[in-house]
């Protein structure tokens, strides 16, 4: 097991750590506050642009519309990947209008034609210009460019910090789990009418679970005194929730039907826990230790105790959450609409290590071949119904992003009254705040 060196959290508990910034409705829909999202903060970050294992030959690239910008990130012929801005220097025309492909740039207008080290090689006329041929002068603009767990990753800010320094400590908590070598089995994204920072604020608390995912209470234990919340200088946070059934239920510690089945999946008799049903994730834990190799789940042996049980969700600033289970990692992502403050974007990949001998894995929308995923857009809107995905934990966050939206537009609202465990949420607001006032 890798030992883990990391940047300290935070401390939530100390006076100073949040200022007290209100979290204003306007922040939610006003296209004034977008623009200065994008003027400060949008145009600094790093942003995830892809994975690595879409674009593996020399040549490959894949692109990242983000709002009205347009990236393209091209394997070169020495492995490497670089980033261009997708827009011809001849006239300004967009260069390509596909998500991925592979081979030059060829320009739809004059038929100007880069290479994948962004050099121009072709023009038309090339005697016709001030100084000469503008062959091998002239090149795309670069961006900012690198990997980690398997995302490709760009800036569009040229004096970026490097980027295992901007995703400081993210990298070390995912010591003991190879994700860059793991496969996104999903590849989904909906569009949601709600402002981008929904997520954001939903994943940096667990005070909604109850209400909003009764049925995780078999086993995921939401109880906040329980749950570890930590918070990093650079504004990414982590969030452990532990894998045992809740207090909550009904009848407290008896074993219910999802605890049972997972129980039972590790060859633990569920009758043995009636009454002591937390007792289970120890059990668990020594189970998947003893049997985890034998049945393919190789990864297991990097892991911690802790790490074959319990929930482990990661917030990167501003709009990422990695998830990290036993079972593999959810990524989500929101993004905003390019003209409208109130609608976004919402990727849902599923990210999973391969397990010898198994060529399907069970998901959150039912069972799918161990194999990259294709793209699907799914269209939601303000609830259009999913059919794979009726009674899942994500549809029920997207449907009160919806209403939540809707009420901060009240005049009914005009901050929020947090919890001392959703402090994370005013401090991701914070963070913004940051960067669109120059503290960061
Ligand atoms: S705009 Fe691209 S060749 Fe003219
Ligand atoms: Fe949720």
């Known amino acids: 097991m890798a030992t883990i060196m990391r940047t300290p959290p935070v401390d939530a508990g100390d006076p100073n750590f949040l200022r007290g910034d209100p979290i204003t409705g306007d922040r939610y829909y006003s296209k004034e506050f977008a623009q200065k999202e994008w003027d400060h903060m949008w145009t600094r970050v790093w942003h995830v642009g892809g994975r690595e294992s879409q674009i593996p030959e020399t040549g490959d690239y894949v692109v990242h519309n983000f709002l009205r910008e347009s990236v393209i990130m091209v394997r070169q012929a020495n492995g490497g990947i670089r980033a261009f801005y997708n827009s011809c220097r001849h006239r300004g025309n967009r260069l390509t209008w596909s998500?991925?492909?592979?081979?030059?740039?060829?320009?739809?207008?004059?038929?100007?034609?880069?290479?994948?080290?962004?050099?121009?090689?072709?023009?038309?006329?090339?005697?016709?210009?001030?100084?000469?041929?503008?062959c091998g002068r002239v090149s795309m603009v670069e961006v900012p460019c690198d990997t980690w767990g398997g995302f490709v990753w760009y800036s569009m800010?040229?004096?970026?910090?490097?980027?295992?320094?901007f995703l400081d400590p993210i990298p070390?908590?995912?010591?003991?789990?190879?994700?860059?070598?793991?496969?996104?089995?999903?590849?989904?994204?909906?569009?949601v009418d709600a402002n981008w920072k929904f997520t954001s604020d939903n994943f940096n608390e667990s005070y909604h679970l109850p209400t909003v995912h009764p049925q995780l209470r078999a086993n995921t234990d939401e109880d906040y005194k329980a749950t570890v919340f930590e918070a990093y200088p650079n504004g990414h946070n982590r969030m452990i929730e532990l894998g045992q059934p809740s207090m909550r239920a009904d009848v407290p510690n008896a074993v219910e039907d999802v605890w049972a089945g997972m129980l039972q999946a590790w060859d633990l008799d569920p009758t043995d826990f009636e009454g002591r049903a937390r007792d289970g994730r120890i059990a668990l834990q020594e189970q998947m230790r003893k049997l985890g190799s034998e049945r393919g789940f190789k990864h297991y042996e990097a892991y911690d105790d802790n790490e074959l049980t319990d929930y482990f969700h990661h917030t990167l600033f501003p709009n990422v959450t990695l998830t990290a289970t036993f079972e593999g990692m959810h990524f989500f992502r929101t993004e905003p609409h390019p003209t409208d403050p109130e609608k976004c974007t919402f990727d849902y990949w599923a990210i999973v290590p391969r397990i010898e001998g198994q060529d399907t894995v069970m998901t959150i929308c039912g069972e799918r071949p161990m194999e990259e995923a294709e793209f699907e857009f799914v269209p939601y809107g303000s609830g259009q119904p999913i059919p794979d995905m009726m009674d899942s934990f994500l549809i029920q966050d997207l449907s009160v992003a919806i209403g939540q939206q809707a009420g901060f537009h009240s005049r009914g609202y005009t901050d929020a009254i947090l919890s001392g465990q959703e402090s994370r949420v005013r401090r991701f607001h914070e963070v913004l705040n940051d960067y669109i006032e120059g503290r960061r």
């Open 99 to 134: 998500s991925e492909g592979s081979g030059d740039f060829v320009c739809s207008y004059h038929g100007w034609v880069y290479g994948a080290d962004g050099v121009l090689k072709h023009a038309q006329d090339p005697d016709d210009f001030e100084g000469g041929d503008p």
């Open 157 to 165: 800010d040229p004096n970026a910090p490097a980027l295992l320094d």
């Open 172 to 191: 070390d908590l995912f010591a003991n789990r190879p994700i860059k070598d793991w496969v996104r089995v999903i590849w989904r994204q909906f569009d």
